[in-house]
Nanobody, 124 residues
Framework: QVQLLESGGGLVQAVGSLRLSCVAS????????MAWFRQAPGKERVFVAG????????YNTDSVKGRFTISRDIAKTTVYLQMSGLKPDDSAIYYC?????????????????WGQGTQVTVYS
């Protein structure tokens, strides 16, 4: 079993910044990619960014357009999502997730462990 615990969400004014953290515990073997998804009210959960344990990254470029950066600290088994230039459209619950495999995918079904989520609200 793997447990994922997100933190760092909150209320922020537009163009502000937040850093989300996700601490992984349990059976961590360094062979699975990690990612962030988000879900706004009434909308589907969508891929935001992902990272392999070797450090390769992938982004949903349409939505984040260089404003978000995903990183990881292997020693702390923690994945971060640095968000800057936030917009009201970024408001959502952000979920940390672990992939079934080592590569990052934008497909929801490629992930089998999920955190509880952390709320991000951006106001103008």
């Amino acid at each position: 079993q793997v447990q994922l615990l997100e933190s760092g969400g909150g209320l922020v004014q537009a163009v502000g910044s937040l850093r989300l953290s996700c601490v992984a515990s349990g059976r961590i073997d360094g062979e699975h990619a990690m990612a962030w998804f988000r879900q706004a009210p009434g909308k589907e959960r969508v891929f935001v960014a992902g990272i392999t344990w070797s450090g390769a990254t992938r982004y949903n470029t349409d939505s984040v357009k260089g404003r978000f950066t995903i990183s990881r600290d292997i020693a702390k088994t923690t994945v971060y999502l640095q968000m800057s230039g936030l917009k009201p459209d970024d408001s959502a619950i952000y979920y940390c997730t672990r992939a079934r495999y080592s590569l990052v995918s934008q497909d929801l079904g490629a992930y089998n462990y999920w955190g509880q989520g952390t709320q991000v609200t951006v106001y103008s």
